[in-house]
């Protein structure tokens, strides 16, 4: 754990940097808003992890862009199932999803931020009536030795009458839009990459290890005082199924090219969706689809907003590379996990890039 010193703000205030953001709700948008001159020390990551955002590698040969309307022409699935074997992640335009259905989840994210600490503080941890709805700030404080900028909301979606009663009566109606929105679009592109991988029926249980839960969250990056110095989120791959993205247009989404291993930027594209392979899917397709590193970059100019959804298996179910995989005597690369323990090994320690999907190595 990083040391909790105190910083000096002002000539006359001292507070405490964890205890300010973190136990006491402010977050890092709290800070932020101290109007700080210097990023404070708890937030200074390694050379090694810091962004090096001025090169032009990184905003060339970007991820594909792929144009949902020819849904069913078999080149666009063959563009999907590509993207996510050799990217991991893709843009989607045409996708269904109304646009005024994506501005005002984006607008209902600043409202939702924009609330006091004590009104956000009624849905963090300690205060939640439920472990289902979550603000927070970086993403695993206690386990982290740099913390991250950035603050979160997270909503597990358990059913309609939860959410209406649980979720902040300040964004769920748009939230809850923006989810069934997206319904028939990530059941088409579950489809097609099943497709791709001969899997022609999806049945129960297939149906339920590939979409069974759906998590949403809103994050916030306020605008950062030492950008260079610091991280929105670190490395990382999710352990979704599949991730859709919703960033607005500010940009600092890196995805990790691994063929190079250079970072290369996302450019934000009006009306699009990103979307990207999360470890549970790498999992059942024996490693053919990637769920690849990703990470955000923290910047000193704009207070920038993304909400993904993820797609997942249910906690309950176990998952394991697909039995068609193996069917040719391909070995399997992963054993079988309960997914709410591969989950929680996730959420148990600070972001460590690729890290995670050992816990499901054969
Ligand atoms: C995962 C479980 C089983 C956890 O159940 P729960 O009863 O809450 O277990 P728990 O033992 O209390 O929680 C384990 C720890 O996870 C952490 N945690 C729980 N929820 C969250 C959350 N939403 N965000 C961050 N950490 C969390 C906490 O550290 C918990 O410990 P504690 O601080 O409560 O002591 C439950 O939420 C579930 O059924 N989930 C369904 C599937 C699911 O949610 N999958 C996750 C997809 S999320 C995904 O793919 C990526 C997420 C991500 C990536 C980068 C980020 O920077 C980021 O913030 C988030
Ligand atoms: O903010 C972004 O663009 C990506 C966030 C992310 O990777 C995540 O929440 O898992
Ligand atoms: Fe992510």
Redesign the pocket.
């Known amino acids: 754990m990083a040391p909790s010193i105190s910083i000096s703000i002002t000539n006359s205030n001292s507070i405490n940097i964890r205890d300010f953001v973190v136990n006491k709700g402010h977050g890092v948008k709290g800070l932020a808003e101290l109007g700080l001159k210097t990023l404070p020390c708890q937030y200074i990551h390694p050379p090694q992890e810091r962004f090096d955002t001025g090169t032009p590698e990184a905003h060339h040969n970007s991820i594909p862009l792929i144009d949902m309307s020819r849904c069913n022409d078999p080149e666009v699935a063959e563009a999907i199932c590509k993207a996510a074997q050799k990217w991991g992640f893709f843009q989607i335009v045409n996708h269904g999803v109304p646009m005024h259905v994506l501005e005002d989840v984006k607008d209902a994210t600043h409202r939702f931020f924009g609330l006091s600490a004590d009104e956000k503080k009624k849905y963090s941890?300690e205060q939640s009536v439920t472990?289902n709805v979550?603000y927070?700030t970086s993403?695993?404080p206690a386990c982290e030795k740099a913390l991250e900028w950035k603050d979160?909301l997270?909503l597990?979606f358990v059913s309609d009458d939860e959410a209406a009663s649980q979720w902040p009566p300040i964004c769920r109606n748009q939230v809850m839009e923006y989810m069934k929105g997206s319904e028939i679009i990530v059941k088409k592109l579950l489809e097609m990459l099943m497709n791709g991988l001969n899997v022609k029926e999806i049945d129960e249980t297939k149906e339920s290890n590939l979409m069974g839960?759906k998590?949403i969250?809103l994050n916030y990056y306020p605008i950062c005082p030492n950008p260079d110095l610091t991280v929105g989120?670190g490395r990382?791959s999710?352990?979704?199924t599949l991730?859709i993205l919703l960033q607005d247009d500010i940009g600092g989404l890196y995805v990790r090219n691994t063929e190079t291993m250079k970072w290369i930027h996302v450019p934000p594209v009006s009306g699009s969706l990103v979307v990207n392979v999360?470890d549970a899917l790498q999992i059942m397709s024996n490693g053919k689809y990637k769920s690849v590193e990703h990470r955000v970059s923290a910047n000193g100019i704009r207070n920038r907003i993304s909400v993904p959804i993820?797609v997942?298996p249910k906690?309950s179910d176990i998952i394991g590379p697909l039995p068609e995989m193996l069917q040719s005597g391909e070995k399997p690369l992963y054993k079988h996990v309960l997914y709410?323990d591969y989950?929680?090994h996730f959420?148990?320690k600070a972001?460590d890039g690729k890290a995670t999907i050992e816990f499901a190595r054969a």
């Open positions: 941890k472990n979550r927070g993403f695993t979160y997270s597990l839960s998590r969250n989120v990382h999710d352990v979704s991730t999360g993820f997942n906690a709410s989950v929680k959420f148990r972001h």
